[in-house]
């Protein structure tokens, strides 16, 4: 099974740094636009191409979404990107990630999970939201492991 998956958002927002956490388990705060990762799941290996970008031309099979949970304007970001993204890729899965919740309480954590959920709803939106830190390691394999049961219609188990 081969897959390209757009890790998409604005500059530090932390795709990199997934990126290089998911393909190889180390914290690193650089990489590079293109990574190719083989992963080993139930179903046998799964070659991925990660593309990192800002921009929505590439053909892809689905796309990871990466926002800064810290940016004061996390939810307005979150509609406009997702506009775009539909505009463009109407009938490709969606994982939305709002990333570095390491650096907020677990106050405002909880206030932008309710908004999310009243956003998703208000939006009718077909996606599915993961907080995570790569730094942390919290939930950083949620994404991805997501994302592959939406594109192999499957209940993958990446090892």
């Not at 997934?18 to 139930?42: C, E, H, K, P, Y």
């Not at 990192?52 to 800064?68: C, H, K, Y």
């Not at 994982?95 to 932008?112: F, Q």
Request: glycine share 6%; charged share 15%.
């Amino acid at each position: 099974m081969n897959y390209t998956i757009l890790v998409y958002g604005l500059g530090n927002e932390g795709k990199s740094t997934w990126i290089n956490r998911i393909t190889t388990g180390r914290f690193l705060s650089d990489g590079n636009q293109t990574v190719n990762g083989i992963f080993a799941t139930n179903m046998g290996n799964v070659n991925i191409k990660f593309l990192e970008s800002n921009n929505l031309e590439a053909r892809v099979d689905g796309i990871i979404l990466f926002l800064d949970l810290t940016h004061h304007n996390f939810l307005n970001r979150l509609e406009t990107m997702l506009l775009n993204i539909k505009l463009s890729h109407q009938k490709v899965p969606i994982v939305v990630c709002g990333n570095k919740s390491d650096l907020i309480d677990d106050n405002t954590l909880h206030e932008l999970h309710q908004n999310i959920d009243t956003f998703t709803r208000s939006h009718n939106s077909n996606f599915v939201y993961y907080t995570i830190s790569s730094v942390s390691n919290y939930n950083y394999d949620k994404p991805l492991q997501c994302l592959l049961k939406k594109l192999v219609f499957h209940n993958i188990i990446l090892y």
